[in-house]
């Protein structure tokens, strides 16, 4: 049981590159979550899936899009990266019903220069 | 979600118990506390959740105050390796999970 695995685990874009960070959980929860950590900052949420075909918005949005073609799999993808986008990736997932806890991968370090 | 408010940091001398507050006065009734931390770089983990009555695991007790807007969460025995930033998050469902700054526990020997 490998829980939530983020690959790459590092990564150096150029600005303007595009590339997809992969997020894949094998606990068969419906919610996955990708969020941005600056150094010294607390977590920030990009974008959210309540289930296979399904995304939405959270705090940070702007610049990242998102896909949940699986359940299993929840992808982040940067069109034209920014050295704004500089940051370790996290992404998380969760059960749908009850109060249920969030289970982390063990993040994506990114640098745009 | 209800918005919490914590101390940037704390110290916690070693074997003795952390207690870290958090506030979240605005916090309505079908809202539960739940209670992460990040060690280092790695990703969060989760601790214990609380709705009204105190809650107690094997990694921590979280004791909720009566009328809900605060709570504090108990660390009995601290280590070095307790040694993380706390989060208090306050929520309804998982549908859009937000975190805060968060606390900055060192324990020291």
């Known amino acids: 049981n490998a829980g939530v695995t983020q690959t790459p685990k590092f990564r150096v874009l150029k600005t303007g590159q595009s590339m997809t960070l992969l997020c894949a959980q094998d606990?068969?929860?419906?919610?996955m979550y990708w969020y941005r950590q600056d150094p010294g900052m607390g977590l920030r949420l990009i974008h959210y899936?309540?289930?296979?075909?399904?995304?939405a918005k959270g705090e940070v949005p702007d610049g990242y899009n998102v896909s949940r073609l699986k359940k299993q799999n929840f992808l982040l993808g940067l069109e034209s990266a920014a050295p704004s986008q500089t940051s370790v990736y996290f992404c998380?997932?969760?059960?749908?019903?009850?109060?249920?806890?969030?289970?982390f991968g063990q993040g994506t370090r990114l640098t745009v220069v | 979600d209800a918005k919490t408010t914590q101390p940037t940091s704390m110290d916690c001398a070693e074997g003795r118990a952390a207690n870290l507050p958090c506030n979240h006065s605005?916090?309505?009734?079908?809202?539960?506390v739940y209670w992460y931390r990040q060690i280092h770089s790695q990703g969060p983990q989760y601790i214990i959740h609380?709705?009204?009555n105190n809650e107690t695991n094997e990694m921590a007790s979280l004791i909720i105050t009566e009328d809900r807007k605060s709570s504090t969460l108990i660390l009995p025995h601290a280590t070095l390796r307790d040694t993380a930033v706390y989060y208090c998050?306050?929520?309804?469902?998982?549908?859009?999970?937000?975190f805060g700054a968060g606390t900055r526990l060192t324990v020291k020997p």
């Open positions: 998380a997932s969760s059960y749908a019903r009850g109060v249920t806890e969030a289970f």
């Open positions: 606990m068969n929860h419906e919610y």
């Open positions: 899936s309540v289930g296979e075909g399904t995304t």
């Open positions: 605005t916090i309505s009734g079908n809202e539960y």
């Open positions: 609380g709705l009204k």
């Open positions: 998050i306050v929520r309804v469902s998982n549908n859009d999970m937000r």
